[in-house]
């Protein structure tokens, strides 16, 4: 069947719903604190997953679900295309959110309040907008009829935020079946734009950033050994205070910034733009230029770590025996074992390094027809615009799909106020996403799955 332009009325259907969908959705509390005990979530993800099978099923598609462990639901499911010699594209999203502490919001993080044109709630951004944006999508192909050019799998994962261990690790173990004969595949934190300066006229011009690569992520912990005794007497092996020196000798270490290759054409992009050059011995100086990206940015230049909690003692008169604190690393492409052997060295002797979870880095081709198809589909929607790669600090469930030999990209659509700091929403307070971002990346979506 030929494709066919959507009707002003299929349109709105498809934006009113990508809104619609994404309050609903940040109305269920998928909250993931990480581990599998189902009490500490919420209403789970199981509520989210049925409710996309719901909408799936609404229009006559049949979703398949997997559960990994009770509670733990991925759903899935193929649109055939007009061609199936063709790679098929993987457009996936995840349900999970990471906590909010409702005392910090100016809103309840699980009202899906619209206020001043902004969605707020924990998942706005990361990543209930875009699952909406792909159910509203889907929906419009099931009721138009119509046959996209390629096979498009769509995959809704739990458990992004924790690694993935009981959605896409445990679905590409257990089912790669579902993702026989795709070869690519879109996800989140990609596909959003910056406000420039352009260099000849002085007018402001908007850049997207498609995500082409990502660093690498080891979670894991730093575990101090001691002697146990009486608070009240000496200790020279007290483990809470080796622990004490390992984090600061951590923290006190300053990687040295590295330009890698998706950075490289971040920069030249933005200067060729701008008409702005940046200095490769001060690469931190261009970072003002990134605008609402600049934190996702200034994450990619470089290995870090940074420890996020701490575990010691059972009473406040008793040295304990063993002390910990969990870690975060990101490193960049090729980096992991010099930064695993670095994190060996400054914990020091008493210390262990303990990696509990290690995602690869990502660094996807910049050019070809599905990089075309995205920014002919941004163009449409906002003529003028550019299109950039840029590489995200962040991990996505794409480090997952590249086993089965997918290639990865983040492009979740969203069209944003200049002056609006993106990067801090995720995982932040009063995380938040503009109305018309979402109705404008449902429509880009469509646009790509029709022409890509």
């Not at 799998?153 to 004969?181: I, K």
């Not at 690498?216 to 483990?239: C, F, I, K, Q």
């Not at 590295?258 to 050059?277: F, H, N, S």
Request: negative net charge; glycine residues 10%.
């Amino acid at each position: 069947m030929a494709i066919v332009e959507p009707t002003a009325e299929e349109l709105t259907v498809l934006q009113d719903e990508a809104v619609l969908f994404t309050q609903e959705l940040i109305r269920i509390d998928t909250t993931n604190f990480g581990g599998n005990d189902p009490a500490r979530w919420g209403k789970s993800e199981t509520e989210a997953a049925d409710y996309v099978v719901a909408k799936l099923r609404e229009v006559g598609l049949d979703p398949v679900v997997h559960e990994s462990a009770p509670g733990r639901p991925n759903v899935f499911v193929r649109v055939p295309g007009s061609d199936p010699e063709r790679g098929g594209l993987v457009i996936h999203g995840h349900l999970d959110v990471v906590p909010a502490n409702a005392e910090d919001w100016s809103v309840d993080p699980f009202s899906g309040e619209i206020r001043d044109g902004m969605i707020y709630g924990r998942g706005a951004v990361d990543m209930k907008d875009m699952v909406a944006m792909i159910l509203a999508m889907v929906r419009h192909l099931a009721r138009s009829g119509q046959q996209p050019p390629r096979d498009l799998v769509f995959a809704f994962f739990a458990d992004e935020e924790a690694g993935g261990v009981y959605g896409s690790r445990w679905v590409v173990a257990n089912h790669p079946e579902l993702f026989d004969g795709c070869t690519e595949a879109i996800s989140e934190v990609g596909g959003y734009s910056i406000t420039l300066p352009e260099k000849d006229t002085g007018d402001d011009v908007r850049a997207y950033l498609v995500q082409t690569a990502e660093k690498g992520l080891g979670w894991g912990r730093l575990r101090a050994t001691g002697r146990a005794g009486h608070g009240s007497v000496p200790n020279d092996e007290n483990p809470i205070v080796r622990l004490a020196r390992a984090i600061v000798a951590i923290d006190e270490h300053e990687f040295p910034d590295e330009m890698t290759a998706a950075v490289r054409a971040l920069y030249d992009g933005v200067t060729e733009i701008t008409g702005i050059g940046w200095d490769e011995d001060d690469l931190k100086a261009f970072l003002p230029l990134m605008g609402g990206a600049r934190q996702f940015v200034s994450g990619t230049l470089s290995d870090t770590t940074n420890v996020t909690m701490l575990d010691a003692g059972y009473k406040g008169n008793v040295i304990p025996q063993v002390a910990e604190a969990s870690i975060d690393c990101r490193f960049l492409p090729g980096h992991q074992d010099d930064l695993l052997a670095l994190l060996d060295e400054l914990a020091g002797e008493h210390v262990e390094v303990i990696m509990d979870h290690v995602g690869i880095s990502l660094d996807a081709p910049r050019e070809g027809a599905l990089i075309d198809a995205m920014t002919e589909a941004l163009q449409a929607e906002d003529p003028g615009c550019r299109v950039l790669p840029y590489c995200l600090s962040g991990g996505t469930d794409n480090k997952e799909l590249k086993s089965l030999g997918i290639t990865g990209y983040g492009f979740a659509p969203l069209q944003l106020p200049a002056d609006l700091d993106f990067a801090p929403l995720f995982h932040g307070v009063d995380e938040r996403v503009p109305v018309d971002a979402v109705r404008f990346g449902a429509r880009v979506l469509l646009r790509l799955v029709r022409g890509s």
